[in-house]
Structures are given as structure tokens and as C-alpha cells.
């Protein structure tokens, strides 16, 4: 069983930044692609970003590009979503995912992870 663990959301006000943490308890992390979703109130689940198993190769949401920078450390068993200049619709909770295919490519489809974890709050105020 593998354990995601998110951490880093809260609330910011539209115009700042917040970077979200993705710990992984398995000590095979290093070769998997992750994921970064989000789902908002009324709305269904969306993809964010995606990183290859050793950070060659990242992917985002076309509509986020050049505000948030996906990134990981395979030695702590991390991956990373730097937010900036947030806006009230970035309002969601955040879930990272593992794919589920070893040393793969990022890829956007949500059915490609088999592993999630249980979601952080980020709230950007107006």
C-alpha cells in the first residue's frame, strides 16, 4: 500500500503563492511519474501537473502554465507544486497521485494514477 501525504494548503489572498508538499511512504517513489489534480466545489476533478519518475519531463494544464512549477525529490520521497500569483478560481482541493505504470511520462489522465492521497485545501481569496 502506498501513502500519499499532502501538505502546504491554507488560505492566501489572490495574488500570492503557496507551495504544496506530496510525501510518499514507499521507497520505490523514485521510479514513478506523479501528479498533481485538483477538484473544485461544483466542479469535477482536473488535472494540474505531472512530472516524470526522475523530474525530466513535466506537464501542466495548459491554463496554468508559467504560474505553477511542478518539481520533486526523489531522496526525500517528495514532489512539489509551487503556486503563484493564485487567483480565486485556483480554489480547489489539491491531490497528488502516483501513475501507475513505472518510469513513465507525466501524463494528464487521472485513470493513468492508481494511488492518491487524501487532498489539501487551498482557498485564494479576492
Known amino acids: 500500500q502506498v501513502l500519499l501525504v499532502e501538505s502546504g494548503g491554507g488560505l492566501v489572498q489572490a495574488g500570492g503563492s503557496l507551495r504544496l508538499s506530496c510525501a510518499a511512504s514507499?521507497?520505490?517513489?523514485?521510479?514513478?511519474?506523479m501528479g498533481w489534480f485538483r477538484r473544485a466545489p461544483g466542479k469535477e476533478r482536473e488535472f494540474v501537473a505531472a512530472?516524470?519518475?526522475?523530474?525530466?519531463?513535466?506537464s501542466y494544464a495548459d491554463s496554468l502554465k508559467g504560474r505553477f512549477t511542478i518539481s520533486r525529490d526523489n531522496a526525500k520521497n517528495t514532489v512539489y507544486l509551487q503556486m503563484n500569483n493564485l487567483k480565486p478560481e485556483d480554489t480547489a482541493v489539491y491531490y497528488c497521485?502516483?501513475?501507475?505504470?513505472?518510469?513513465?511520462?507525466?501524463?494528464?489522465?487521472?485513470?493513468?494514477?492508481?494511488?492518491w492521497g487524501q487532498g489539501t485545501q487551498v482557498t485564494v481569496s479576492s
Open positions: 497521485a502516483r501513475d501507475g505504470r513505472a518510469l513513465g511520462r507525466p501524463r494528464g489522465s487521472d485513470r493513468s494514477y492508481d494511488y
Open positions: 514507499e521507497r520505490t517513489f523514485s521510479t514513478y511519474a
Open positions: 512530472i516524470s519518475w526522475n523530474g525530466g519531463d513535466t
